[in-house]
T-cell receptor
Framework: EPEVTQTPSHQVTQMGQEVILRCVPISNHLYFYWYRQILGQKVEFLVSFYNNEISEKSEIFDDQFSVERPDGSNFTLKIRSTKLEDSAMYFC????????????FGPGTRLTVL | KNEVEQSPQNLTAQEGEFITINCSYSVGISALHWLQQHPGGGIVSLFMLSSGKKKHGRLIATINIQEKHSSLHITASHPRDSAVYICARRNEKLTFGTGTRLTIIP
């Protein structure tokens, strides 16, 4: 069964460093999402992406964050200058359609900022 | 105020018991998701529903659009059902509830 994959599974970085989290959505899907979950808290929406542009973003998704689909398969989340509070689990998800289809989640990347 | 409220926050039950987890939301939706989060953190979609009822194995999800309420039921619960169950309302993005931590004791 097709699945969403994410790399790396765990990333440790120093505060102020740039990180890129990578996702490979399901191949025929058109809509892509990033979510994050700070330890012990609920999952929060970051950004949705369709047709090579951001369709919606939350207030968490400030100028330090960016997303890109550099080729036909990868979907990346970049954090330019990481802060301690960026430590969280980051989940990528994809759907074939927006409001009529299930979102499929990747296994997540645990980001630890020291 | 959280737009999606779940109850209970924690639930411990004996193996075999019938489990009900409730979800209420405050604004209209296109659909509601029920998800399962395993102890390792991975998230699996269980159901997406916009009306009525869906069943998959021992899991049943119901939704009442007028009352803005959904329930997830587990019949004949088993220790492997132990996980965090999350409801999320769907417009384009998902807005998540805080989750219900379910522990099934053998």
């Amino acid at each position: 069964e097709p699945e969403v994959t994410q790399t790396p599974s765990h990333q440790v970085t120093q505060m102020g460093q740039e990180v890129i989290l990578r996702c490979v959505p399901i191949s025929n899907h058109l809509y892509f999402y990033w979510y994050r979950q700070i330890l012990g808290q609920k999952v929060e929406f970051l950004v949705s992406f369709y047709n090579n542009e951001i369709s919606e973003k939350s207030e968490i998704f400030d100028d330090q964050f960016s997303v890109e689909r550099p080729d036909g398969s990868n979907f990346t989340l970049k954090i330019r200058s990481t802060k301690l509070e960026d430590s969280a689990m980051y989940f990528c998800a994809s759907t074939a359609l927006t409001s009529t289809d299930t979102q499929y989640f990747g296994p997540g990347t645990r980001l630890t900022v020291l | 105020k959280n737009e999606v409220e779940q109850s209970p926050q924690n639930l411990t039950a004996q193996e075999g018991e019938f489990i009900t987890i409730n979800c209420s939301y405050s604004v209209g939706i296109s659909a509601l998701h029920w998800l399962q989060q395993h102890p390792g953190g991975g998230i699996v979609s269980l159901f997406m529903l916009s009306s009525g009822k869906k069943k998959h194995g021992r899991l049943i999800a119901t939704i009442n659009i007028q009352e803005k309420h959904s329930s997830l039921h587990i019949t004949a619960s088993h220790p492997r059902d132990s996980a965090v169950y999350i409801c999320a309302r769907r417009n384009e993005k998902l807005t998540f509830g805080t989750g219900t931590r379910l522990t099934i004791i053998p």
